[in-house]
């Protein structure tokens, strides 16, 4: 009895302590459009899982059972998220977090469900008739494991501490909902998806972003859902990512009953400068449905694996390698390889040995460039340090420089900017790129 109480109390700390966000930040963006925010959770588990515990994706190879594995690792989701009010909220039963931090900047969280603003896709991408302008918003959590790492991290919000290589132990697990504003005239296989609200920006904004202040109430559907795994089975990288789409007609709870696996990656194909992928799975069924027209021949760079909303010059594995703070010079993966320069064998291979090794997870990539830390393939670390340092240049975060700001050379100055006039804020916030390129 004594010891159940005790623990009890413990937790109750531990919760408390961990439940909170930078008191000395006022400026989230969940604040900005006068209604009530999400509630996802952040009170970060403080004790780590048994790396020992069977996880149920472990039952399948995801090299021979590609399609199992995913659906594994999707079940574990199922029960933790559902529709309510035309949002995805938690079921309550969730053992899923948020990272901090992601809530600032033009692409910061909007208030409804949480989304940050992703990169526009291209013209050709979502379907061979999608025009630009469409938008794509997204909100991604971790499970236990993975929320123990963020618990160690923003231990103290406004001064997060990074290792010098950031693990996620075994059985981390990520998932991502990503939700467009795309026509279903264009994107036929979101048709009768249901409709979501959220605060995004006005129509036609593809992936130019504008202050949070001036995002609109809209609807938006559910596009790719995504997932990662630190998967020891995966020598190449120790991880694992895959995504699904949803694809019409709706059928069962319209959310995960839908989803269709798309593709899923374990290692980058280092070394192939031609089609003959190996370490990538796509599902051939959906030739015609998410790849496969002129301007869309794949999903990932060559047919590596990546999702609809992605960039043919990339994929999964090849953005979040990549993961460090601060980023490196070459900076995340974007539109500069040409593509109707495909057949130039030089320049492919430099694509390739530039952006398409296999980097173990918390190995640091391009280590000729400084870094404080390397985050383990995690996105949303880079882009919270990132905006957390912005906040204290811009004067919305107040008080001591975050560590980590300083020591990547952010901001240098032992207090953050006190005095920023309104100009130099909106320079500021406007000098930010997109997330995802
Ligand atoms: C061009 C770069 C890029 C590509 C390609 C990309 N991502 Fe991401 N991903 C990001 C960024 C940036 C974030 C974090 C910011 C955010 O969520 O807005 C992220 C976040 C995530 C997260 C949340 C956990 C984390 O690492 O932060 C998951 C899971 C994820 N991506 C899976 C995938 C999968 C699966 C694919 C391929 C189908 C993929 N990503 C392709 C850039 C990319």
Not at 36 to 45: F, K, L, S
Not at 147 to 175: E, R
Not at 225 to 245: H, L, N, P, Q, Y
Not at 332 to 357: C, E, G, I
Request: charged fraction near 20%; include cysteine; charge should be neutral.
């Amino acid at each position: 009895m004594k010891r159940a109480v005790l623990s009890f109390a413990l937790a109750m700390l531990a919760w408390q302590v961990q439940a909170a966000t930078c008191p000395d930040f006022h400026a989230s963006t969940m604040d900005a459009n006068g209604v009530p925010p999400a509630t996802w959770r952040q009170d970060y588990p403080s004790v780590y899982p048994d790396p020992d515990d069977r996880q149920p994706w472990e039952a399948f190879n995801f090299r021979t059972a590609p399609v199992e594995y995913m659906n594994a690792v999707l079940e574990t989701a199922k029960t933790a998220f559902q529709i309510k009010d035309q949002k995805l909220t938690a079921s309550g039963q969730g053992d899923w977090w948020i990272s901090q931090w992601l809530d600032y900047s033009n692409a910061g969280r909007e208030p409804l469900m949480g989304l940050t603003k992703e990169r526009g896709p291209d013209p050709g991408d979502l379907s061979e008739t999608s025009p630009d302008g469409y938008q794509v918003w997204a909100v991604g959590f971790y499970n236990r494991p993975g929320a123990a790492v963020l618990g160690d991290i923003f231990a103290q919000p406004c001064n997060p501490s990074l290792p010098v290589a950031v693990k996620f132990p075994a059985d981390t697990a990520s998932i991502k909902f990503l939700f467009t504003d795309a026509s279903t005239d264009n994107v036929t296989y979101l048709k009768d998806g249901p409709e979501y609200d959220a605060y995004i920006d006005p129509p036609g904004s593809g992936s130019s972003s504008h202050a949070a202040s001036e995002r609109k109430l809209s609807q938006v559907r559910l596009l790719q859902v995504d997932i990662a795994i630190k998967d020891a089975r995966s020598r190449e990288t120790g991880w694992v990512f895959g995504t699904f789409v949803w694809r019409a007609p709706p059928k069962g709870d319209k959310l995960f009953d839908n989803l269709v696996p798309v593709s899923l990656q374990w290692g980058n194909d280092p070394g192939v400068y031609d089609a003959s992928i190996r370490q990538s799975w796509i599902n051939p069924d959906l030739r015609g449905v998410t790849y496969g027209w002129r301007s869309r021949p794949t999903l990932g760079f060559m047919g590596r694996a990546n999702g609809p909303a992605d960039n043919i010059r990339s994929s999964c594995l090849s953005c979040h390698a990549a993961g460090r703070t601060p980023r490196a010079l070459i900076g995340l993966l974007d539109n500069r390889f040409d593509m109707t320069k495909l057949y130039d064998p030089a320049l492919v291979k430099s694509h390739v040995d530039t952006w398409f090794q296999n980097v173990r997870g918390g190995q640091l990539f391009q280590p000729s460039d400084p870094a404080v830390s390397s985050l383990d393939y995690s996105l949303q670390l880079e882009t919270g340090m990132f905006r957390i340092c912005l906040a204290c240049a811009a004067g919305d975060l107040q008080g001591q420089t975050p560590d980590v700001c300083r020591a990547s050379g952010f901001y240098n100055r032992p207090v953050c900017s006190a005095s920023t006039t309104d100009t130099v804020r909106k320079q500021v916030l406007q000098s930010v790129p997109p997330p995802r390129q």
